[in-house]
């Protein structure tokens, strides 16, 4: 029995620590903010690090400069740039594939973070690690 609760017990931290997530962005930037609500929202315990500089925190994590946008976070290992939608989130967390991280470059209007009455731009989600050319891991 006391092998099922262990067993059980570090099945539930495994889970609960795949929900909690560290977010660096720019006080400035009020899309950072309302991307990490929806993180919140859909279940992601979010600490959040203002930093002035994001420019050096991208570099020292290895986000491609291609894929960059305004804020960087830090999930199970894995780095999730910019306005990535919590369900994209999800399928790499499920998936775990053998990747540094995702990204949604830029800031496309209609993203979590980015709405703004109807507009909607594509948000192309890209799978990227240090050794292969970045490919597209799921469209929004």
Aim: overall charge positive; glycine content about 8%.
């Amino acid at each position: 029995m006391k092998k099922v609760l262990l067993i059980f017990t570090l099945f539930t931290v495994t889970l609960l620590a795949e929900n909690h997530m560290t977010v660096y962005k720019s006080k400035y930037c009020g899309c950072c903010g309302k991307w990490v609500e929806h993180m919140e929202k859909n279940g992601y315990k979010v600490k959040t690090i203002i930093r002035e500089d994001m420019t050096s925190v991208k570099q020292e994590l290895g986000v491609p400069m291609n894929l960059q946008s305004c804020h960087t976070a830090i999930v199970n290992g894995y780095l999730v740039e910019g306005h990535v939608p919590a369900d994209v989130v999800d399928k790499m967390l499920k998936e775990k594939p053998k990747i540094k991280g995702i990204a949604s470059p830029g800031m496309p209007m209609g993203s979590p973070g980015m709405e703004q009455e109807n507009m909607k731009d594509p948000n192309p989600i890209y799978a990227f690690d240090k050794s292969k050319k970045p490919y597209l891991f799921a469209k929004r």
